[in-house]
């Protein structure tokens, strides 16, 4: 049984950064596609990065050029560094992780307890 749990959340100021992490019980990130995805009050859950499992990202166009994904396999951890941060990234932020290259889909398998970010 895979678990994921998220960290590195909080609250922040326009224009600050945060970085989230996603530690993984077992060694999944190196066979698997691994994303993060958030969901805002009210608004359906969406895709914000991936990495698939070649090893490419992928991020949804709202956080291009912000946003950075990255994994250490070594110690099972994923990664989201998020730059100049905008109100409309208040979210919550979910890990996920899956044997298929979900990439920004939603119907990930394996899922974190989600990590709550705020920015005003």
């Known amino acids: 049984h895979v678990q994921l749990v998220e960290s590195g959340g909080g609250s922040v100021q326009a224009g600050g950064s945060l970085r989230l992490s996603c530690g993984a019980s077992?060694?999944?990130?190196?066979?698997?596609?691994v994303g993060w995805l958030r969901q805002a009050p009210g608004k359906e859950r969406e895709g914000v990065a991936a990495?698939?499992?070649?090893?490419?990202?992928t991020y949804t166009y709202s956080v291009s050029n912000r946003f950075t994904i990255s994994k250490d396999n070594v110690k099972n951890t994923l990664y989201l560094d998020m730059n100049n941060l905008q109100p409309e990234d208040t979210a919550m932020y979910f890990c996920?992780?899956?044997?298929?290259?979900?990439?920004?889909?939603?119907?990930?398998?394996?899922w974190g307890q989600g990590t709550q970010v705020t920015v005003s």
């Open positions: 077992g060694s999944i990130y190196g066979d698997a596609c």
């Open positions: 990495i698939d499992r070649n090893g490419y990202p």
């Open positions: 996920a992780a899956d044997d298929f290259n979900l990439q920004l889909a939603r119907h990930y398998r394996y």
